[in-house]
Nanobody, 115 residues
Framework: QVQLVESGGGLVQAGGSLRLSCAAS????????MGWYRQAPGKQRDLVAV???????NYGGSVKGRFTVSRDNAKNVVYLQMNSLKPEDTAVYYC?????????WGQGTQVTVSS
């Protein structure tokens, strides 16, 4: 089992920035993908950005160019730098850890962007 703990969410004005962090612990493996999904009220949980342990990334189309995912493989920590935030970015952001077909989720951290 893998445990994920997120931090860094909060309230920010449109155009501002936030940096999220997620630390993984427990039965982690060397080959994995870590990153972020988000879910707004009444909507599905969508990809934000993920990075595998080799540095390959995948971004959701609505955030590409504004958000950057990075990670520290040695510490099993993934970050999400969010710039040029928009009100439509408001959501609960969930840290995700994937090994093969197994997904683990954090409890989520609220990001609210005011206009």
């Amino acid at each position: 089992q893998v445990q994920l703990v997120e931090s860094g969410g909060g309230l920010v004005q449109a155009g501002g920035s936030l940096r999220l962090s997620c630390a993984a612990s427990g039965s982690t493996v060397s080959g994995n993908t870590m990153g972020w999904y988000r879910q707004a009220p009444g909507k599905q949980r969508d990809l934000v950005a993920v990075m595998d342990s080799g540095g390959n990334t995948n971004y959701g189309g609505s955030v590409k160019g504004r958000f950057t995912v990075s990670r520290d493989n040695a510490k099993n920590v993934v970050y999400l730098q969010m710039n040029s935030l928009k009100p439509e970015d408001t959501a609960v952001y969930y840290c995700n850890y994937r090994s093969g077909l197994t997904y683990y989720w954090g409890q989520g951290t609220q990001v609210t962007v005011s206009s």
